[in-house]
């Protein structure tokens, strides 16, 4: 079974050329001049014309059904890889996570448990390491053998996901070793503590005291010395969600001395700011995220960050909690509102709207949003280019059309939307994944099972 995209305008990371996209069965057989349609007779043809034919995004943050302060997240696989798929992403890596005392190789089979047979999308997983000690350090090469091939350490969340700065280096150093990519959530969660409790005992409760008592300079620490480590260890580092100037600054010196040091943002430091977070009653608690939203004036910054390389990759760090109830938690105390924002849907939306704004090139776009991902993450050719071979996960995207953000419209399964009446030009039209149609003509037509687990190989980045 064939299928011909045509008239189209291809969008890579490389650049933007008009040209049709034939599909066999669930690869692309060949990227083709306009017209030249030879071997192409008896396909099905889907209509591109005035429309962006791009690889489908590729997002490597994403936590579904996580555990947090006595909660999950609210979407499932199932719900959360659907919402995914509408707003064009078609690969998510999501977190597993190692519980205190459990072995790596337990947290893998419960998540597998978990995503097996219900993701609408291809999807991998990245390890949670939250207990460093011998038995783990050896299971993290059954990890890379069983398609694992990136960790992430927290230097924040201390009694819950936090390793010391020595379990850091023991795991940097078996991730050296075995070719493994450390991915880091760097902020001083100690110092950020002790804030957090003298807020607190203050009697500063609401949720904007989420955001002052994690300062960008405690990011910015956590960031050099996450840095600092790796360097020690010579193993390369990926740092996770970064949000603030400072860090970026780290970042980007590590980056002009040659380190192997990467790092993503999330669109909510892109677009929402701590005025967000500051919203009056309990409003604020949609915002609360780790680390917090910024001040604005940190946008510009990330923003050139992402068109300098310093910022290599855009992800979501999707990570839902309904507000009606689960936010609730965290009512008169801060600290206990579960910690993430709705995102998954709108990747693609939100970084199109940086083109439209001149932030960023249509092949930056491209480049960020999926061929990078997926380079960064062992995925490419397989993910992340429109290339004869390749996996044929496309988007064919309307940049014309207006759609409004909102939670009456979205498909996440949470009950607010953080970016709530933002107004958005262009609009994903028909998404595919491996040859499969997921959405078209503003319906979904994928199924559950559809998306399979992707065995990675190591970072491609690394010399
Ligand atoms: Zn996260």
Redesign the pocket.
Known sequence: MSILISGGTVVSATGAEPADVLIAGERIAAVIKPGFTAGASGAQVIDATGKYVLPGGVDV???MEMPFGGTFSSDTFETGTRAAAWGGTTTIID?AVQPKGTSLLAALDTWHGKADGNCAIDYGFHMIVSDVNETTLKEMTACVDAGVTSF?LFMAYPGVFYATDGEILLAMQQAARIGALTMM?AENGIAIDQLVAQALAAGHTEPVHHGLTRPPELEAEATSRAITLAAVTGAPLYI??LSAAPALSAVAEARDAGSQVFAETCPQYLYLSLDDLGRPGFEGAKYVCSPPLRTAEHQDTLWRGLRANDLSVVST?H?PFCFADQKQLGRGDFAKIPN?IPGVEHRMDLLHQGVVAGRLSLSRWVEVASTTPARMFGLYPRKGVLAPGSDADIVIYDPTASQELSASSHHMNVDYSAYEGMHITGRVDTVLSRGAVLVEAGEYRGKLSHGSFLARGACQYLT
């Open positions: 943050h994403t936590h977190f992430k959530h996770v969600h760090d990570c993430g």
